[in-house]
């Protein structure tokens, strides 16, 4: 969830009623036509949040106020990117505010990750709902020259914060653009995916926020964090050796293994149960931190969007990519820059729409097609034309769309070791911050796992004719293991020609679309754990959320299986321990992990895909 470039961009407004606490300052040479006023905003708490105001010195007209919030710092990244992420908007004219969240930098208070909703019932309590509302009643008593209207934006951590806004959103927030946001951390965004403990992010995330007012960098004594995560052990020894209970977030996870009140609370699924104002939802296919979110925020609302308010953006990305320039991630080029393109035909007009009464409204869904490099526009989505086909695990590593016909008991295994586990990006693994293959590892190729002996790999013939994904993507396995619990890791990939004429360098890539895990514990139930009765067949269904993805003729489509994906997710000790943040050294245990395929247990890849090869 954290996004720090572009977060913080942008510059223009009026003047300020300047009153005792606010402090004028002189800007940077790129807005020498701005009047910058900083403030320390009071809450109903009396915390104060410190708060930077941006102004156009002769407005032509009463302007809108553009709002983003966040807990990375705003002291100077406006100047700094005034002509940046930001410019389009910058060039249409707003006034811009920016707000270190309570706690962090500059602002007073205590921070809270995720900080759940306050009760409502006592005035007295806070969350971030309540501190945007006190500071919109301050803008607009304090700031002039604004209409009356009022929008926010962000990317990850921002983007939940203008979520949250939205919930029950002040009177004057006419608009909102969450990007990036994470909806539920226990099952799908930066924390935990169905369950399984996201170990790398979560670790060095904490560490960032939680010890000290300011971003901070955990120190790895190993260039190779593989390794370090490795030797680490149980996670037991992370508090014995590194936190030492001091980081709450930390120490929330270790209280609540399990998708319990705490979650729950924190979530914001149950709350999206009505379009409060125009939303413009955000999301990147490659985003490596909150892939669910902005989808899942999306879905969510559109059962209650009666009046057409709520929207859909997804491009070739990944986390905040769309900020700065997005031709490319990696090795893979979209055919032009992709993020300029949204920022001016879909972010600019969709505020001028709402904020200031100009334009028209933007489509309902606008999506990119990768593989294909381009945009498609859609009136609901997944498309009504969707439909499911499926494509079933075979013997010798086939994927067909044919029903397998082998024995009850067909079957492929191998051994997971934990000692030994499969890594999710090639070795050595650097830091997630600052990098640099942390933003650009869901496109690396996938070869470096393929073929090892405890990674199983099933792949279609070339294809005939091209096949589109608009929608779910779904993998179910049938599968048993020796122990009481494992994890499954399935990835869809798109394996390419060993001829590749537009880039021979990418001879037989092999392109990560998407992954998951699932945890075998919670096979019945996130909320109550079971273990795993040692050899029996249990069904496992892993969600690898939307995608929309042209495999073209020649190309072929894989699915890699495996039980490790090291350290982005946590080792399963494969035995069942009541709590794994608690399990040490001595729980570890290979296990014989058996996935079916026969016509009793037909494993397989289910994906919406759009008819007669995709076209429209």
């Not at 960098?217 to 001091?246: P, T």
């Not at 830091?431 to 405890?454: A, I, L, N, S």
């Amino acid at each position: 969830m954290r996004r720090i470039t572009g977060l913080v961009v942008l510059a223009a407004g009026l003047c300020l009623a300047v009153g005792p606490a606010n402090v004028a300052r002189p800007q940077a040479p790129a807005a020498a036509k701005l009047v910058r006023t900083d403030a320390m905003v009071p809450t109903r708490d009396g915390a104060s949040l410190f708060t930077i105001v941006f102004a156009p010195k002769e407005p032509a007209e009463p302007l809108p106020i553009l709002m983003i919030r966040t807990p990375y710092g705003i002291e100077g990244r406006p100047e700094r990117n005034f002509r940046g992420s930001l410019k389009e908007l910058a060039d249409d004219g707003y006034i811009f505010v920016f707000q270190d969240i309570r706690g962090r930098y500059k602002s007073e208070g205590t921070f809270v990750m995720c900080r759940p909703p306050r009760d409502p019932d006592n005035p007295k309590t806070v969350d971030e709902a309540s501190d945007t509302a006190d500071t919109i009643d301050w803008l607009l008593k304090n700031v002039k020259g604004h209409n009356g209207k009022v929008g926010m934006l962000g990317v990850s951590y921002p983007g939940w914060l203008t979520a949250v806004a939205m919930l029950d959103p002040h009177p004057a927030l006419k608009a909102v653009s969450p990007q990036a946001s994470p909806v539920d951390m226990f099952l799908g965004d930066d924390f935990h995916h169905n369950g399984a403990f996201r170990l790398s992010y979560g670790f060095e995330y904490v560490a960032m926020m939680e010890t000290d007012k300011t971003n901070f960098s955990f120190k790895f004594d190993r260039h190779d964090s593989y390794e370090w995560y490795l030797k680490l052990g149980g996670l037991a020894n992370v508090n014995r050796r590194h936190f030492h209970a001091k980081l709450p977030s930390w120490n929330d996870f270790v209280a609540h293994p399990n998708y319990d009140a705490f979650w729950k609370r924190q979530s914001l699924e149950p709350r999206l149960t009505k379009v409060t104002v125009p939303t413009l939802n955000v999301g990147g296919w490659y985003d490596q931190e909150d892939f669910r979110g902005p989808q899942r925020i999306y879905e969510l609302l559109e059962r209650h969007d009666r009046e057409d308010q709520n929207f859909l953006v997804v491009g070739p990305w990944n986390h905040g990519q769309w900020d700065g320039r997005a031709d490319r991630l990696g090795r893979v080029t979209w055919g032009g820059d992709t993020a300029r393109h949204y920022r001016e035909k879909i972010q600019a007009p969709f505020f001028a729409r709402y904020l200031k009464g100009k334009g028209d409204a933007p489509p309902e869904a606008r999506v990119f097609q990768t593989g294909a490099n381009r945009w498609e526009t859609y009136d609901r989505w997944p498309p009504k034309e969707a439909a499911a086909r499926r494509f079933y695990l075979q013997p010798g590593g086939k994927l067909s769309p044919a029903m397998p016909l082998g024995p009850e008991d067909g079957a492929d295994e191998y051994v997971s070791d934990p000692a030994n586990p499969v890594p999710y990006r090639p070795r050595p693994v650097r830091p997630t911050y600052p990098g640099p293959e942390w933003p650009v590892w869901m496109v690396q190729d996938q070869r470096f796992t393929h073929r090892r002996p405890d990674v199983l790999s099933y792949e279609t013939d070339p294809l005939t004719e091209d096949v589109v994904v608009a929608g779910k993507m779904t993998v179910k396995l049938f599968a048993a293991t020796s122990g009481t619990d494992c994890d499954w890791v399935a990835r869809l990939i798109d394996v390419y020609p060993e001829e590749y004429d537009p880039d021979p360098g990418m001879g037989g890539y092999q392109l990560l679309i998407a992954g998951e895990p699932v945890r075998a514990r919670f096979r019945k139930s996130l909320e109550a754990p079971e273990a795993v009765e040692p050899d029996r067949v249990e069904e496992y269904v892993i969600d690898l959320n939307w995608g929309h993805h042209r495999f073209h003729k020649g190309h072929k489509i894989m699915v890699q299986l495996s039980s490790t994906w090291f350290p982005l997710i946590d080792r399963n000790p494969q035995k069942y321990v009541p709590n794994i943040y608690q399990a040490e050294d001595a729980d570890f245990q290979k296990a014989r992990q058996r996935v079916f395929r026969s016509v009793k247990f037909p494993s397989h890849v289910e994906l919406d895909t759009l008819p007669a090869g995709g076209t429209r």
